[in-house]
């Protein structure tokens, strides 16, 4: 239901707006989430204008200004260098997909670690080198996020099976059917732990 979840977003941007002013933080965090609906609405002309106006109030994020404003605002800048590289890789803009990225990755590391930040942003970077077909780097990602779903989640969680399922392209890419299998049924087997097996 992304029409009606985009139409509680764009309230919220009001009343962020109204209360803390439309160059606050908070709004331009709104504006993100409103540009990520459009995205996934496939209305790429209007998510592309909402992430410009996000970029013109948090894009100062990354200055010495706010590097002492712990999680709370690194939060707000991680997601939105996430979502907004995300709308570049799902229209074919690769290398600015990739750039901001990075930029996700190395802001979430900064004092006070973001692990969870870090994580979304390997994810989609992840999916990024597999459409460049940059496999070794893809396989990097992929092997440094199951490592950390599974000390972060335990094996108990939909989300180590996400990962597991990643090793297992790995190993399917590299024509290692016998592993690729072995993780895909691991991967199945926890799924069917957590979440049942409808």
Known sequence: KLDSALVYYEKAAEEAKKRYG??????????????????????????????????????????????????????????????????????????????????????????????????????????????????????SILVRRFEFYKEIYGEKHPAYAVALGGLADIYQRQQNFEKADSMFRKALKANQQVLGKN
């Open 22 to 139: 439309d160059s606050s933080a908070q709004y331009g965090y709104h504006l993100v989430h409103i540009a990520a609906m459009y995205r996934d609405l496939g209305q790429y002309q209007q998510a592309e204008q909402r992430f410009k106006n996000a970029t013109a109030i948090l894009g100062r994020m990354d200055s010495s200004y706010y590097k002492g404003d712990s999680l709370y605002y690194k939060n707000f800048y991680t997601r939105y260098l996430t979502e907004y590289a995300t709308f570049y890789l799902k229209t074919g803009n690769l290398n600015k997909a990739e750039e901001l990225c990075l930029r996700a990755c190395k802001m979430a590391l900064r004092e006070p670690v973001d692990m969870t930040a870090h994580s979304s942003a390997l994810d989609v970077l992840s999916m990024l080198y597999g459409k460049m077909g940059f496999y070794a780097k893809q396989d």
